[in-house]
């Protein structure tokens, strides 16, 4: 019965894949049709093995594959209509030591865009919010941001969940410890939620979110960041997946115990390093 959990885990982890693709996809309710037909194998699978799982693995399960459909019926009714941007197209950097890519992933020549719901239509006047366990909440306008003295230029390798890594991509923006020292963590923070437009959120401890190579960055590669690629502010966190790297970032509110995410809660890694293939919980 192991090989019938295997096999539902795998099929969610398929729909999410084909779900992530649909915004940028000329159709993009179809492609959430293959992932409903996905998760109806998935249902049929679990419904068939009912009486030879235990209670608790069959709900969990069954809560999974629900939540995934309420989320494309959402995203039906959240049509997004955007391109993908021009000028990411560079082929993959030739000769690549093997060593570079985790176990599991392979090169990208493109650097997909992928994200559930819907790219903001209004990005003037961005700012973050620092909220939650600290001494004063703050919001930062994203014009203070981009003239800060801690704005750096980082390059770093980034790996998807879905098996793509992009290598050598260099970002430009400021990290996050210093704005969380303008914010002062009270003693209780250990983790952040970072919440990305339009509902999406991640979790982090407090020590990944300040990681050597993690930036607020609003450019990519020299050009600002393609609204599609999580412009004009997102998050990356280089060293986890790609899920935790949140776009159109909006707030990071630290929090005093690990409190799962979009994706988390949907059974992904509470963690997610590539290097250990933190894929599923
Ligand atoms: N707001 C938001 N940020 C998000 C996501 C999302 O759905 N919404 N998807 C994540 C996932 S799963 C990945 S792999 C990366 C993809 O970034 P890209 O579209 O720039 O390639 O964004 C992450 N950030
Ligand atoms: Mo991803």
């Not at 607020?216 to 935790?244: I, N, S, T």
């Not at 509470?270 to 894929?279: A, M």
């Amino acid at each position: 019965m192991a090989e019938v959990v295997a096999e539902v885990r795998a099929a969610l982890v398929r729909s999410d894949d084909i779900a992530k693709a649909a915004p940028g996809a000329r159709d993009p309710a179809a492609v959430r049709e293959r992932a409903r037909q996905v998760l109806a194998g998935a249902r049929d699978l679990l419904d068939a093995a009912r009486a030879h799982l235990p209670d608790e693995v069959v709900d969990e399960l069954s809560v999974q594959v629900t939540r995934r459909m309420l989320d494309l019926d959402g995203a039906d009714l959240l049509e997004d209509a955007h391109e993908p941007p021009p000028g990411m197209d560079r082929a993959p950097t030739r000769g690549v030591d093997p060593e570079r890519i985790p176990p599991g992933q392979h090169l990208t020549p493109g650097f997909p865009v992928l994200h559930v719901g819907s790219a903001p239509s209004d990005t003037d006047d961005w700012s973050i919010t620092v909220a939650g366990h600290v001494h004063d909440r703050i919001r930062i306008p994203l014009v203070d941001l981009r003239s800060h003295d801690a704005a750096v230029d980082i390059t770093r390798d980034f790996h998807c969940v879905t098996t793509w890594s992009r290598l050598d991509v260099t970002w430009t923006g400021m990290p996050v410890a210093p704005l969380l020292e303008q914010a002062g963590p009270k003693e209780s923070a250990t983790h952040a939620l970072v919440y990305g437009h339009p509902a999406y959120s991640t979790n982090l401890a407090l020590d990944d979110l300040t990681a050597d190579g993690v930036l607020l960055a609003w450019a990519v590669d020299g050009m600002d960041l393609p609204v599609a690629h999580g412009g004009p502010l997102r998050l990356v966190v280089p060293h986890l997946y790609g899920w935790k790297s949140v776009k159109w970032v909006t707030e990071i509110r630290l929090v005093d115990r690990e409190v799962p995410g979009y994706w988390e809660e949907r059974g992904y890694h509470l963690h997610g390093d590539p290097w250990s293939e933190q894929r599923l919980r």
